[in-house]
């Protein structure tokens, strides 16, 4: 039973060091990172531009990193935009717990309808709930985004795979861009 124990704490360990080598690095590299995974996303979904044109705000967190052994973890960063200006940036976070095994990297993108859910974001009272479901993307799904609660999700995996049903929520932690003097 011990040595269970001790194995699948390391496979978690393991799992979770996997889901935040996601991290950007520079603001430069997590500018041309957000770039690609736009351009990625345009090139599975020819709405997916519109959609983001019409959301009043966006969450582009171009590698997510996920990973479980029963035990899991997912982060990234992104870029957080109002209309096409660039706000800030954001991490996101998240712990699981439940049956689950893998890794995988993955875009995601979080569209916000109004300015409402837009600042709930910013001010730190947004947390994805274990019920908010991600849609994948594929050609027309940006346009019939179902926006719960002033927020659509669309997610297109890059690498790995993961087969779970755990429970937990993501977090995120915003920073505004410094004022310009």
């Known amino acids: 039973m011990k040595k269970t124990f001790r ?13 935040w080598t ?4 520079s603001p430069e ?12 996303l345009k090139e599975k979904d020819s709405t997916f531009e519109a959609a983001l044109n019409k959301a ?14 029963i035990v899991g973890g997912a982060g990234g960063a992104g870029e957080v935009y109002e209309g096409k200006k660039l706000i800030g940036t954001a991490k996101l976070s998240q712990a699981t717990i439940g049956a689950q095994i893998g890794g995988q990297t993955f875009i995601e993108v979080i569209l916000f309808s109004d300015r409402i859910a837009l600042n709930k974001f910013k001010e730190g009272r947004f947390e994805m709930s274990a019920g908010v ?14 926006y719960q609660n002033g927020m659509a999700v669309i997610i297109l995996p ?13 977090k995120f932690d915003y920073t505004p861009l410094p004022e310009k003097k």
């Open 7 to 19: 194995f699948a704490l390391l496979m978690a360990t393991l799992c979770v060091a996997f889901a």
């Open 22 to 25: 996601a991290s950007a690095g």
């Open 29 to 40: 590299e997590l500018r041309q990172q957000v770039d690609e995974a736009l351009k990625l």
């Open 56 to 69: 009043h705000g966006s969450v582009i967190f171009p590698n997510v990193g996920k990973g479980g052994f």
């Open 133 to 146: 479901s991600a849609v994948a993307a594929a050609e027309g799904v940006a346009q019939k985004a179902d």
């Open 158 to 170: 890059k690498k790995g795979l993961m087969a779970e049903a755990s429970i937990g929520g993501q």
